[in-house]
């Protein structure tokens, strides 16, 4: 189900989201896995066990290629109507349809560090309240530190925390 584009206003510049051209979705799902991978990897996993967890989120979120049910795969444009990064989020289970997860966000490296990735997180809220979500969560990895920031900046709480000591 395809739904409004919805905009706000980060400093002088209009961020709004758009529902992912379905021609898209196949790069968006090998970008979306490819970093997941690479992220995993460095974060102490196997390349093998990466893989695997990739292959299993395809399977519940994107049966047949297409988004689960509820879920929104979603492109970010900035005010020159340029796509300048991606957003996926959607209910994280059928048994908890309230309890919306943001899977993955990128802006494009050289777009960062000017309100893009805070624009797109605050339009991810109102995408999911529209949704019928009453909470929403994330993962983020231990060494992305700047993302960590801009999560409790925006009212994020840490709600379990792993760690590991390679031996």
């Known amino acids: ?13 209009v961020v709004r989201v758009e529902d992912l051209a379905e ?5 968006f799902i090998a970008r979306s ?7 995993r990897v460095e974060a102490g996993d196997s390349l093998d066990y990466a893989r695997q967890r990739a292959r299993e989120a395809n399977e519940q979120y994107f049966p047949g290629g297409a ?10 444009i900035d005010d020159d109507g340029a796509a300048v990064g991606w957003l996926w989020l ?8 309230a309890d919306w997860w943001v899977f993955d966000i990128e802006i494009e490296a050289e777009r960062r560090g000017r ?12 995408v999911a309240r529209e ?13 992305n530190t700047v993302a960590q920031h801009l999560y409790s ?6 709600t379990a925390i792993n760690m590991s000591k390679p031996l």
Request: hydrophobic letters at 45%; proline letters at 7%.
């Open 1 to 13: 189900m395809r739904g409004a584009a919805v905009a706000r206003r980060v400093r002088p510049m």
């Open 23 to 27: 021609a898209e979705l196949g790069a």
């Open 33 to 39: 896995n490819a970093e997941y991978i690479r992220e």
């Open 67 to 76: 988004p689960a049910p509820g879920h929104r795969v979603l492109a970010v």
């Open 90 to 97: 959607g209910p994280f289970s059928a048994e908890h349809p």
């Open 115 to 126: 309100g893009l990735g805070r624009a797109a997180m605050l339009l991810a809220e109102e």
């Open 131 to 143: 949704g019928g979500a009453t909470r929403l969560g994330l993962n983020v990895f231990g060494h």
């Open 153 to 158: 900046t925006l009212g994020y709480g840490v």
